[in-house]
């Protein structure tokens, strides 16, 4: 199996601009996990989805992020506009079901200037 | 809500010196437990995962835990580290009652060749 893949590995973009984050899981994975680590704040959880539903959203910071997961192998996560404190490492993850372990991408470095 | 801590924010140890790093969690119910590990510039990785049976769990790369349910911990230990165990080591807790992953603050493990 290939892995949880994201693209892109590393993505520098002017404060401003559109910011969009891909991901697809694991294949035969029911659920779809984004998470954000800065050396401030840590591993957060933003949202996540369970057979492409969003389940809890909570995490997302505010409007100008936003996630779909049209379907059961793909998901994006959006910001718009960018804006410095936006830089981290974004990572998705995905489980196979309920309260199995999860698997995450190699993430993207997100860097807003 | 559940929370996890880990209280060893950093350690520092000489090559084939023991580790032991300590998680507690704060939920009561049944519990999935987990230790992930990040190599510097890397994702989480899964090292290993409680979900029932043996309390003492055995991971990948000579790592292994011990649940202990009246301590509420999971304490990860390994006997002999070595220099490429320099990383920084994650418990996360599920509830079993739904897909979320409470993660601790991590610890930063460096070992000194």
């Known amino acids: 199996d290939a892995g949880v893949i994201q693209s892109p590995r590393h993505e520098v973009t002017e404060m401003g601009q559109e910011v969009t984050l891909r991901c697809k899981p694991i294949?035969?994975?029911?659920?779809l996990f984004w998470y954000r680590q800065t050396m401030m704040r840590g591993l957060e959880l933003l949202i996540y989805?369970?057979?492409?539903?969003?389940?809890?959203d909570s995490g997302m910071p505010e409007d100008r992020f936003s996630a779909k997961m049209p379907n059961a192998s793909f998901s994006t996560l959006k910001i718009q506009p960018s804006e410095p404190r936006d830089s981290a490492v974004y990572f998705c993850?995905?489980?196979?079901?309920?309260?199995?372990?999860?698997?995450f991408g190699p993430g993207t470095r997100l860097t807003v200037t | 809500a559940q929370s996890v801590s880990q209280h060893n924010h950093h350690v520092i140890l000489s090559e084939a010196a023991s580790l032991e790093l300590g998680c507690n969690y704060s939920?009561?119910?049944?519990?999935?437990l987990f230790w992930y590990v990040q190599y510097p510039g890397q994702h989480l990785q899964l090292l290993l995962k409680?979900?029932?049976?043996?309390?003492l769990v055995k991971g990948i790369k000579g790592f292994e835990a011990e649940f202990i349910k009246s301590k509420f911990s999971f304490n990860l230990r390994k006997p002999s580290v070595q220099w490429s165990d320099t990383a920084e080591y994650f418990c996360?807790?599920?509830?079993?009652?739904?897909?979320?992953?409470?993660f601790g603050g991590g610890t930063r493990l460096m070992v000194k060749p």
């Open positions: 996360a807790v599920n509830n079993n009652a739904g897909n979320m992953l409470t």
């Open positions: 939920y009561g119910g049944t519990v999935n």
């Open positions: 989805f369970n057979n492409n539903v969003p389940i809890d």
């Open positions: 409680y979900f029932s049976g043996d309390p």
């Open positions: 993850a995905s489980s196979l079901s309920q309260g199995t372990a999860q698997y």
């Open positions: 294949s035969g994975h029911n659920s």
